[in-house]
């Protein structure tokens, strides 16, 4: 009979142990959610050769293009969100890529003469 006892009570501080991880792992979980970031957003990505990959973010005002590859992430360049002519919302809703590929491209063209007339002068 004592032997049932110590079984029994071994086995509730078991299940208690348990509830207390299990109730701390949720109130982290719902507490400190690092997947979802209000200041961070990855506008779109871009697929190159050799499974490098270009990254359009918006970070605190600021879109940022990362350059990554499986080994390692590269700061490109940043713009202010005003200097950019995207439309967030629209953007959103169509995941077309051809679009992210042509707003690259006229921004490093309109980068390329600002930076040509800056030598210019």
Not at 28 to 54: C, P, V, Y
Not at 63 to 84: A, C, F, H, Q, R
Request: aromatic letters at 12%; a neutral charge.
């Amino acid at each position: 009979m004592n032997y049932l006892w110590e079984t029994f009570k071994i086995s509730f501080y078991l299940v208690l142990v348990i509830a207390f991880i299990l109730a701390i792992y949720y109130l982290i979980k719902n507490r400190f959610n690092l997947n979802n970031s209000r200041q961070m957003e990855i506008i779109d990505t871009m697929r190159l050769a050799n499974g490098e990959t270009i990254y359009l973010v918006k970070v605190f005002g600021e879109i940022v293009m990362l350059g990554g590859s499986k080994e390692e992430l590269n700061y490109l360049k940043s713009w202010p969100i005003e200097e950019i002519d995207l439309d967030f919302k629209k953007l959103e809703k169509n995941t077309n890529k051809s679009d992210f590929k042509k707003k690259l491209k006229n921004i490093l063209a309109k980068d390329n003469n600002s930076n040509s007339s800056d030598q210019d002068a």
